[in-house]
């Protein structure tokens, strides 16, 4: 047994990037088993089941958590170690890996992992970052750190969730196209650092990170270390202008046009009917909700 001070958590989603990528989990495992370290995998049947056994790994003195996965598994990182001196480390294995990117990590899995022991075997290799808390949920304060989406975007995610075909990722570009059908504006309700604010919006994100979505950059100015957070709301357009619309987003290009606004600040309340808030791409709850930075409340292995 290794002294606890190496002792490392490793957090493995099998079905990352549906399964393409379960391979992942148990190679980063044997690579750090390899240079020296105590490491303890963990795996579940179920997302819930994950985090209640990573819950009780952390319980114990660990010197880093690792998560293999994409958006998903970092925001179940995320919510354990926010907060607290345990530093996060990524290998990107889902679809999106969204965070990881606007961490500067390599998409690669191996050259992921060679950073992760660099940074392991670096006593500079920790990184603050900000993080956000979400209140007014059915349940416990939660955490994230890319971004929480309250507008079209998080109905396509609900309603890719909600489908059992096809598994693959073009589920979403199926979820995208019924929704795009019920496309409208909806009245929002927000306070940003005090000031209230009331707009119509087909499209609202509170951002951490700039990049939600496998590459869209809804917020190309937001920085994961700057104390803000960006607020990125699309004005009521029609289908046709929204279709044009959206592969600038993916170049971060329609920050410019007159229909985009952005608003930054620490704290920010939502509420709108009929809408729920989606965070890292995981459900979190219907609005209204309140998010709340942390500034460097996040340690990263990158």
Same mark, same amino acid.
């Given at each position: 047994?290794?002294?606890?001070?190496?002792?490392?958590?490793?957090?493995?989603?099998?079905?990352?990037?549906?399964?393409?990528?379960?391979?992942?989990?148990?190679?980063?495992?044997?690579?750090?088993?390899?240079?020296?370290?105590?490491?303890?995998?963990?795996?579940?049947?179920?997302?819930?089941? *994950?985090? @209640?056994? $990573?819950?009780? /790994?952390?319980?114990?003195?660990?010197? !880093?958590? +690792? #998560?293999? =996965?994409? &958006? %998903?598994?970092?925001?179940?990182?995320?919510?354990?170690?926010?907060?607290?001196?345990?530093?996060?480390?990524?290998?990107?294995?889902?679809?999106?890996?969204?965070?990881?990117?606007?961490?500067?990590?390599?998409?690669?899995?191996?050259?992921?992992?060679?950073?992760? *022991?660099? @940074?392991? $075997?670096?006593? /500079?290799?920790?990184?603050?970052?900000? !993080?956000? +808390? #979400?209140? =007014?949920? &059915? %349940?416990?304060?939660?955490?994230?750190?890319?971004?929480?989406?309250?507008?079209?975007?998080?109905?396509?995610?609900?309603?890719?969730?909600?489908?059992?075909?096809?598994?693959?990722?073009?589920?979403?570009?199926?979820?995208?196209?019924?929704?795009?059908?019920?496309?409208?504006? @909806?009245?929002?309700?927000?306070?940003?650092?005090?000031?209230?604010?009331?707009?119509?919006?087909?499209?609202?994100?509170?951002?951490?990170?700039?990049?939600?979505?496998?590459?869209?950059?809804?917020?190309?100015?937001?920085?994961?270390?700057?104390?803000?957070?960006?607020?990125?709301?699309?004005?009521?357009?029609?289908?046709?202008?929204?279709?044009?619309?959206?592969?600038?987003?993916?170049?971060?290009?329609?920050?410019?046009?007159?229909?985009?606004?952005?608003?930054?600040?620490?704290?920010?309340?939502?509420?709108?009917?009929?809408?729920?808030?989606?965070?890292?791409?995981?459900?979190?709850?219907?609005?209204?909700?309140?998010?709340?930075?942390?500034?460097?409340?996040?340690?990263?292995?990158?």
């Amino acid at each position: 047994m290794g002294s606890p001070a190496k002792r490392i958590v490793v957090a493995i989603n099998p079905n990352a990037s549906f399964g393409r990528t379960r391979h992942v989990g148990p190679a980063v495992v044997g690579t750090l088993k390899a240079a020296g370290h105590d490491v303890v995998p963990l795996s579940a049947p179920d997302f819930d089941g *994950l985090v @209640r056994v $990573a819950r009780d /790994a952390l319980r114990l003195p660990t010197a !880093a958590f +690792v #998560v293999v =996965g994409g &958006d %998903g598994m970092v925001n179940l990182g995320v919510d354990l170690v926010a907060g607290t001196d345990v530093p996060l480390g990524i290998v990107p294995a889902g679809t999106g890996n969204d965070f990881a990117s606007g961490l500067g990590l390599p998409a690669d899995t191996a050259a992921a992992t060679d950073v992760l *022991l660099e @940074r392991l $075997a670096s006593p /500079a290799g920790v990184r603050r970052v900000d !993080a956000a +808390v #979400v209140s =007014g949920l &059915d %349940g416990p304060d939660r955490w994230f750190a890319g971004a929480l989406s309250a507008g079209f975007d998080a109905r396509v995610n609900e309603r890719a969730n909600a489908m059992r075909r096809p598994k693959g990722a073009s589920r979403y570009v199926i979820a995208l196209a019924a929704e795009l059908v019920r496309l409208r504006a @909806r009245r929002y309700r927000l306070t940003i650092d005090g000031e209230p604010w009331e707009v119509d919006s087909v499209l609202l994100s509170v951002a951490n990170n700039g990049r939600i979505g496998g590459g869209m950059r809804i917020a190309p100015d937001a920085a994961l270390d700057d104390g803000l957070l960006d607020v990125f709301v699309v004005a009521p357009v029609s289908r046709g202008r929204f279709l044009r619309l959206f592969p600038k987003v993916f170049s971060g290009t329609h920050a410019g046009l007159d229909i985009v606004e952005f608003r930054r600040g620490r704290v920010v309340t939502l509420d709108a009917e009929g809408i729920t808030a989606f965070a890292d791409g995981e459900p979190f709850g219907p609005l209204p909700l309140t998010v709340t930075l942390h500034p460097g409340a996040l340690r990263v292995l990158a």
